[in-house]
């Protein structure tokens, strides 16, 4: 029996930002997946809960949960929903993010509407030299994002590549409404939003728009601000090799987004910051509610 190849490469999804910046945010899952180490595997949406969701492997079907038992991983109630606004809706970049560290890369990822977010630009560059997407609140906005179901390992190994520039929220199902491809809602879900506010347009005042091409916003970018022309210019890809490979420049292009007065601040997600996250209680940390991931 002929199979599909469904390897990051094959499908195209092996791209990572934080190793070719001008790739960011990366391509991202387009359909429910299983990203299980090099492979993205289909799921088949059932109208039940995720773990009753099967997986397209190969010549049989199983259920996801069984999937991940039998890789040794926990269960889907055992993991924690995280919206992804950047590049960690990319399989490539989780799958990197991970696997680096020695963590299995095992992953369900399944593109959620969300209610209420926008996704914009941080306003600060990211260690790898772009400029990297962050959500805000957008009142009466619907937009699809990918929701990747952590366990607690592979929850902290992400904190720990957002902190300090992003902070992680928990967004209420009741206000942010969190719809599946089931027609299930969430309850709630986290969010990473960036503690660096986001980037205005300078003719608008209104956010940049954020996720699309690194070279657009980057070339956007210089255009607008001399000092950004002689800082890191005269393209983007003299921007992403030079802040990428000097701190100090970094902080001084970020230092620029400031002093132009592009910058927002986000107040907005302050209500539902994640105490537990920003002191760093990993130890027993617990699904969001014991009926996580949903609430009909």
Known sequence: MTTKDRSLEA???????????????????????????????????????????????????????????????????????????????????????????????????????????????????????????????????????????????????????????YRRAILPGDTFAMTMPSGERLGAAYIYFSAHGVLADPVTGQPRPGGGDQSELLASLLADSARLRDLLGPDPATWVRRAGGDRSLRERGTRIFGEEGWVLPQTDFLPYVDESAELRLYDDLPPLDDSLPYRV
Not at 49 to 68: I, K, N, P, S
Not at 92 to 97: D, I, T, Y
């Open 11 to 165: 499908l195209g999804l092996d791209d990572v930002p934080a190793k070719k910046p001008l790739t960011y945010p990366g391509r991202p899952t387009t359909e429910p997946s299983l990203l299980t180490g090099g492979e993205l595997l289909q799921l088949d949406v059932r109208p039940l809960r995720l773990g009753e969701w099967y997986v397209e492997e190969q010549e049989a079907q199983q259920r996801l949960d069984e999937a991940l038992a039998d890789l040794g991983q926990v269960g889907t109630g055992r993991r924690h929903p995280v919206i992804a606004v950047g590049s960690n809706a990319s399989p490539g970049q989780v799958a990197h993010k991970l696997t680096r560290l020695g963590i299995p890369a095992t992953v369900p990822m399944v593109p959620v509407r969300v209610q209420g977010i926008g996704v914009g630009c941080s306003g600060h560059i990211s260690p790898a030299g772009y400029v990297a997407g962050t959500p805000y609140v957008a009142r009466g906005a619907e937009t699809t994002l990918v929701v990747t179901w952590l366990d607690s390992t592979q929850l902290k190994a992400v904190d720990d590549t957002e902190f300090p520039d």
